[in-house]
């Protein structure tokens, strides 16, 4: 049965609707056959040519799954390969979007998979998008307020669990931005819907600290987004003194505990991260975001 109600864009208001999915709802099998030789690349052709609304769902649905050769290698495989394929005729571009938008914005299921894979997967419709336009201007606004929700809102820190695989959802939340940064008509208040994201989760006071690739995937976005010109040197800088150090319990005494070392190490490499690239970088727009992350990690304790 197709889940919830479809993705809230005046322009997909003629496409059929669907219900909710339910909180912490339990990850069905995953109801899409896959091909006897393995090979994505050649079924992605033939899958997304018939596949129906129904099919899409279901293909949705596998992402949820708890084994990773499921939710990893094959469907978010698929869908990876029917994008960058250009095998989704734009209804069916559309049709993606809304349901992978509604999982994003619904509740986590019982194993905290599905979400940060229709992240991931979104990732892809973006930068469909970005290659061969198909959104409105309003539709890719409605996007980048959902994305940077979403990734403002992870509070499952868990990366890679043996046995399990991965969730990764501040990662996967940061390449849906990064696919959003590059897009060059992305309008500047939607960049800073980005940015105020990215910042949330730099170093959050809940999470553990990161060691499985957050920092840098943080990074990506903001060095992308270091190329607009409409973001002046002063906005920039504004920006990553929001990231120094505060006044909180916290950062007092950093070091006497796993609060302040979690941030003080999360900081420490989101800053580097931001700092190698952009001193490397041949652009000078990006360059100039170089001495800020320097900056960034001179203040930490």
């Not at 990074?219 to 150090?245: E, K, M, T, Y």
Request: proline content about 6%; charged content about 20%.
């Amino acid at each position: 049965m197709i889940r919830g109600r479809l993705f809230a864009i005046a322009a997909l208001a003629a496409l059929p609707s669907a219900t909710a999915v339910d909180a912490a709802e339990p990850a069905p099998a995953c109801a899409v056959a896959r091909p006897a030789d393995g090979d994505l690349k050649a079924y992605a052709a033939t899958f997304f040519a018939k596949a129906s609304l129904p099919d899409l769902d279901a293909l949705a649905m596998c992402l949820g799954s708890p084994d990773p050769a499921v939710r990893d290698d094959f469907a978010f495989t698929l869908w990876t390969e029917g994008l960058r394929g250009r095998h989704l005729s734009d209804i069916r571009m559309r049709q993606s979007l809304a349901l992978l938008a509604e999982i994003m914005a619904g509740a986590d299921d019982a194993a905290g998979f599905r979400r940060p894979f229709a992240v991931l997967a979104l990732s892809e419709v973006a930068r469909a998008d970005r290659i061969a336009p198909y959104l409105t201007d309003a539709e890719l606004h409605e996007l980048a307020v959902s994305g940077a929700a979403y990734l403002r809102g992870v509070a499952d820190y868990r990366g890679f669990v043996p046995g399990e695989g991965w969730r990764h959802g501040v990662a996967h939340g940061a390449d849906l931005l990064m696919q959003l940064a590059l897009n060059p008509r992305l309008a500047r208040a939607d960049a800073d819907l980005l940015l105020g994201a990215i910042a949330a989760q730099v170093a959050p006071a809940a999470s553990p600290y990161y060691h499985h690739g957050e920092p840098a995937r943080l990074a990506r976005p903001v060095l992308f987004l270091a190329r607009r010109a409409d973001i002046d040197d002063a906005a920039w800088a504004a920006w990553f003194r929001a990231l120094h150090p505060d006044g909180g319990a916290r950062w007092k005494d950093a070091h006497a505990g796993d609060a302040g070392l979690a941030a003080v190490h999360n900081s420490t490499a989101f800053a580097s991260a931001v700092y190698v690239s952009a001193a490397e970088a041949q652009d000078p727009r990006i360059k100039r975001v170089a001495p800020l992350a320097l900056d960034l990690l001179k203040a930490l304790p």
